[in-house]
């Protein structure tokens, strides 16, 4: 089949989706991680099904939101750790293409030319902060958290946290919620600003249509224009660090000390 010869958007029952649910009633579409058994964990699948559906977000005209958000009692707990231990400790060249499909996923959700909003519903830990930070607006369910345990499992949150942390909360707060692994409950979160605002969960709906009601009132093109500007920092740390993340975090596969800790973590869940 010939492809065809301009960006065409599809209906979402066309993409062939498993681990996320993608659905558009314009002007918003939703993305919603659906793997509660696993708190939304995000496996290569996960990451390649993200990409896919925010790029159709992007061709798609008559979509002017996007808002992200998670099935079930999580948002997102970052990477799937147990396919880590089946797939990638000791093998660097694939974690090189599994952060490869985590770049490209961030890349295409940064990039996608309209406004985004995390509907942060649950605990969001690790790669899943670092997917509500990648959105322009987040609204937090107030008896969520945000942490992020990346130094107890071998792996530096170099997927955003290192690069964004600071420009949100500043350099001591950064260095706060990194080193100390601590929970962030959602009102301090909020009162830091690592989200615009928590609220009851039985308001987050109602939250999340007021923005976007908001934002469908702007102009198309010029938000577009005022998002890049607004991603200037952002790029600038993310695209001047991610490069060397990947590389070094590929090589730490080969490490006692990450694939012990990934064993140990493993090991814990199935007791």
């Known amino acids: 089949m010939s492809e065809p010869s301009r960006p ?108 985004t909003i995390a509907r942060v519903n649950g605990i969001a830990v690790g790669g899943g902060n670092e997917l509500q930070m990648a959105c322009d607006l987040a609204v937090m369910a107030d008896d969520a958290f945000i942490q992020h345990v990346g130094l107890e499992h071998g792996s530096v949150p170099a997927g955003g946290a290192t690069q964004w942390l600071q420009l949100m909360v500043g350099d001591r707060r950064a260095r706060e919620i ?32 007021r923005w976007v009601e908001q934002l469908t009132r702007k102009l198309p093109q010029t938000t577009r224009y005022a998002k890049q500007q607004l991603n200037f920092w952002r790029d600038l740390a993310w695209n001047g660090t991610v490069g060397h993340a990947r590389d070094w975090l590929s090589m730490s596969m080969l490490a006692d000390e990450t694939q012990d800790a990934v064993r140990r973590f493993l090991e814990r869940r199935s007791s």
């Open 8 to 115: 065409l958007p599809l209906p979402p029952s066309e993409l062939g989706l498993e681990r996320i649910v993608y659905e558009k009633a314009p002007p918003r579409a939703t993305i919603t991680l659906d793997r509660p058994d696993v708190l939304n964990a995000l496996d290569f699948r996960s990451l390649r099904e993200l990409a896919r559906a925010c790029e159709d977000v992007s061709w798609d005209d008559e979509i002017r939101v996007l808002v992200i958000t998670g099935a079930g009692r999580a948002f997102c707990v970052g990477a799937d750790l147990r396919t880590w231990g089946e797939d990638l400790l000791g093998e660097p060249q694939e974690y090189w293409k599994w952060f490869g499909a985590f770049k490209d996923m961030h890349d295409r959700l940064r990039e996608i030319g309209k406004p």
């Open 178 to 209: 990194i080193l100390l692994g601590e929970r962030i409950p959602a009102a301090q979160a909020a009162e830091w600003g690592l989200v615009n605002r928590a609220v009851p969960a039985a308001e987050l709906d109602a939250a999340v249509d």
